[in-house]
């Protein structure tokens, strides 16, 4: 069964530095997403991706975090400037359509700890 | 808005017990409701969902929820508790594209 596979499956990084996190949606999915999850909180939405733009993005998905689909399988996540609390468990999600019905199929995670 | 909520943080069950994880969602518009399952060091997997018709819905490894309108529930349940149940369970609604999720709860299989 397809999958969606995320990469690195951990990223230690500096506070201040740049990180970019990886994913490859299943390849005939059309919506991507990305959701973050502290450390002993819920997944939290940030953004959603469709088209080459951004569809909906949450209040913490601020002017320090972008996505990017630079070629035809990638989907990134840029957190520019990290800081300590950006530590957590990023999950990148996948659809094929926009119907409320059909689930998205979520990445294994990247675990970022800033240090 | 739309939201969800699952009671219970941590659910402990023996092998072999019935497994009863509680979700409450509160939805002016008829909801999707989605179970997704982590195990350790894993990403979320999708357990079932409820879109519209029947109201029990049957999911991988045995696990099923009933939609009840009336309650604004969508309980997660599964007969007899294996060991390799053991990990955590997140109800969620979709609101527009995006899922919301619950805080999850922990199940916990004791031999």
């Known amino acids: 069964e397809p999958e969606v596979t995320q990469t690195p499956s951990h990223q230690v990084t500096q506070m201040g530095q740049e990180v970019i996190l990886r994913c490859v949606p299943i390849s005939n999915h059309l919506y991507f997403y990305w959701y973050r999850q502290i450390l002993g909180q819920k997944v939290e939405f940030l953004v959603s991706f469709y088209n080459n733009e951004i569809s909906e993005k949450s209040e913490i998905f601020d002017d320090q975090f972008s996505v990017e689909r630079p070629d035809g399988s990638n989907f990134t996540l840029k957190i520019r400037s990290t800081k300590l609390e950006d530590s957590a468990m990023y999950f990148c999600?996948?659809?094929?359509?926009?119907?409320?019905?059909?689930?998205?199929?979520f990445g294994d995670g990247t675990r970022l700890s800033i240090l | 808005a739309q939201s969800v909520t699952q009671l219970g943080s941590h659910v402990s069950v023996s092998e072999g017990a019935l497994v009863l994880l509680r979700c409450n969602y509160s939805?002016?518009?008829?909801?999707?409701l989605f179970w997704y399952v982590q195990y350790p060091n894993q990403g979320l997997q999708l357990l079932l969902k409820?879109?519209?018709?029947?109201?029990l819905v049957k999911g991988i490894n045995g696990f099923e929820a009933e939609f009840k309108k009336s309650e604004t529930s969508f309980h997660l349940t599964k007969p007899s508790a294996h060991m390799s149940d053991a990990a955590e369970y997140f109800c969620?609604?979709?609101?527009?594209?995006?899922?919301?999720f619950g805080q999850g709860t922990e199940l916990s299989v004791k031999p």
């Open positions: 999600a996948s659809r094929r359509t926009d119907n409320s019905n059909q689930p998205q199929h």
């Open positions: 969620a609604v979709m609101r527009g594209g995006k899922l919301i």
């Open positions: 409820y879109t519209t018709g029947a109201t």
């Open positions: 939805s002016s518009v008829p909801p999707y």
